[in-house]
């Protein structure tokens, strides 16, 4: 089984059956996607993922997301589990509630999605300044861009650590001590507030908790919108887990491929 990786979509209708498209026409029936899917609240997307519903079962393709921090967490919590444990935001594209685990191929699959949005304090803000404007107008339109739920919590880390190891982990965030990626946030390049990085960082410091425990051979994530091929040592043990992250939408880097027979991962073109 080889399916096709996705990284951060953000609701892009064009990079979205980009995707949908390539696995269609490799003959690939699976997307794993990581996360920044982009559910979001309105019609807007609503239409967007009715349209890509309609795509995916047209191609027959399922897409297995690892929801992100920019999700609209009231909606995805409002889905009631299948039996085997995926939430249906549609038929063909299936949401793993966080620590979800499978098996494919013989492989052990651990599923923790989530995140820390380091833009928090400013996401709260603009919604907050929009609907002061909305109210003020007498609109009853409202926006939400923030949800608390997004970041990962210790009831989280329990409950991906009870299953014990797993051979594959796909992530939204990655765990700290990923070289190639402290190196590229190191002096706060967008000039992030110190308290929501370290909000952030409070996540990023669950997960890396839950890679330590579970020593997975490989890790797949997105979140940070650029490639990374590193790995994470497992602090103590005599264990590496190799780390791919994958690029956002517009980004050749967002598509890749994951070998489940070999234990291989390809990015890019």
Same mark, same amino acid.
């Given at each position: 089984m080889m399916p096709l990786l996705v990284g951060d979509t953000h609701g892009s209708r064009r990079w979205i059956a980009r995707a949908i498209d390539t696995a269609g026409w490799s003959g690939n029936s699976a997307i794993i996607h990581v996360g920044d899917l982009g559910i979001w609240p309105g019609g807007r997307s609503t239409?967007?993922?009715?349209? $890509?519903?309609? &795509?995916?079962?047209?191609?027959?393709?399922?897409?297995?997301?690892?929801?992100?921090?920019h999700e609209d967490y009231d909606q995805i919590e409002a889905l009631t589990p299948r039996d085997d444990g995926w939430l249906p935001f549609r038929e063909h594209i299936l949401l793993a509630p966080r620590g979800h685990r499978t098996e494919w191929w013989g492989r052990s699959i651990l599923w923790l999605g989530g995140a820390g949005s380091v833009d928090r304090t400013w996401r709260v803000r603009s919604d907050a300044i929009d609907n002061r404007k909305y109210e003020a107008y007498g609109s009853s339109k409202r926006v939400?861009?923030?949800?608390?739920?997004? $970041? /990962?919590?210790?009831?989280?880390?329990? &409950?991906?650590?009870?299953?014990?190891?797993?051979?594959?982990?796909?992530?939204?965030?990655?765990?700290?001590?990923?070289q190639a990626i402290d190196d590229r /946030?190191?002096?706060?390049?967008?000039?992030?507030?110190?308290?929501?990085? $370290?909000?952030?960082?409070?996540? &990023?410091?669950?997960?890396?908790?839950?890679? $330590?425990?579970v020593q997975p051979e490989i890790l797949i994530h997105g979140h940070f919108h650029f490639r990374v091929e590193d790995t994470f040592k497992v602090p103590f043990v005599e264990h590496e887990t190799r780390v791919y992250? /994958?690029?956002?939408?517009?980004?050749?880097?967002?598509?890749?491929? /994951?070998?489940l027979e070999e234990m291989t991962v390809e990015i890019g073109p």
């Open positions: 239409q967007t993922w009715e349209t $890509a519903e309609e &795509r995916l079962a047209e191609s027959n393709v399922t897409m297995y997301v690892a929801p992100g921090n939400k861009s923030w949800w608390p739920q997004e $970041a /990962l919590t210790d009831e989280d880390v329990e &409950r991906a650590i009870a299953g014990g190891h797993a051979d594959v982990m796909i992530c939204h965030d990655a765990p700290i001590g990923v /946030l190191a002096g706060n390049p967008h000039a992030f507030k110190a308290v929501d990085i $370290a909000y952030a960082e409070e996540s &990023r410091r669950r997960l890396t908790q839950v890679v $330590a425990a992250g /994958l690029g956002a939408d517009g980004s050749e880097d967002a598509l890749g491929i /994951l070998d």
